[in-house]
Nanobody
Framework: QVQLVESGGGLVQAGDSLRLSCAASGRTFSMYTMGWFRQAPGKEREFVAR????????YYTDSVKGRFTISRDNAKNTVYLQMNSLKPEDTAVYFCAARIITASTYSYWGQGTQVTVSS
């Protein structure tokens, strides 16, 4: 069982930066691929980024490439999402999620943190 708690959201202006954190419980954090997702009002939840268990592989949705960076610190059981050059269309609730590295679906989800970008 993995529990995830996000933090770091807030209200910023377009062009600003934010760093989201997601702290995970448990002693096998490195066995999980971690992902960030977001859900804007009235829209479906969408994938943002993911990182492999050892941090050696990352993947991003096209709309955030070059602006967002996912990273992890396995010693701290924490995954991060550094968001630069934020745009109003990045406004959403951001969720972190975990899936065991051999699985194809995410089994564990955090409660989400709100990011609002004003123009």
């Amino acid at each position: 069982q993995v529990q995830l708690v996000e933090s770091g959201g807030g209200l910023v202006q377009a062009g600003d930066s934010l760093r989201l954190s997601c702290a995970a419980s448990g002693r096998t954090f490195s066995m999980y691929t971690m992902g960030w997702f977001r859900q804007a009002p009235g829209k479906e939840r969408e994938f943002v980024a993911r990182i492999s268990g050892n941090g050696g592989s990352t993947y991003y949705t096209d709309s955030v490439k070059g602006r967002f960076t996912i990273s992890r610190d396995n010693a701290k059981n924490t995954v991060y999402l550094q968001m630069n050059s934020l745009k109003p269309e990045d406004t959403a609730v951001y969720f972190c999620a975990a899936r065991i590295i051999t699985a194809s679906t995410y089994s564990y989800w955090g409660q989400g943190t709100q990011v609002t970008v004003s123009s």
